[in-house]
Structures are given as C-alpha cells and as structure tokens.
C-alpha cells in the first residue's frame, strides 16, 4: 500500500474556522437557479429568461 501524496502548499489550519467564499457561493447559487429553470423548462430557455433567472436588468434606451 502506498501513501496518498501530500498536497503542496499551505495546509488550512482547521481550528482556524471554516473557510468562505462569498463569491463562489454566490456562484453557486446563480448556477443552481439556472439548473432550476431550465429544468422546469420544456425547451431552451430564452435569453429574457435567462436574464431574469440571474437577475440581469435590460439596458436602458439610448437616446
């Protein structure tokens, strides 16, 4: 039986806390708002939305 290979780098001290990412589960949970709607889709979703699902506002008219 061989060893499992250390990983290189900093190992995280886990009496530190946990460690967040409020950017990746942000992320996250954009991506799982799409994987919702487009499941609850019968085809392709629409860019409008699409926009919707992530909460992306139209651009206003340029004069």
Known sequence: ???SPR???PVPDPAAG??????LAEEIE???????????????LAD???DRVLGVEEPAERD
């Open 1 to 3: 039986m061989t060893a």
């Open 30 to 44: 954009l991506y799982a708002d799409v994987v919702v709607a487009a499941s609850e889709s019968d085809g392709p």
């Open 48 to 50: 409008s939305d699409l």
């Open 18 to 23: 946990p460690l967040a990412d409020d950017a």
């Open 7 to 9: 990983p290189e780098g």
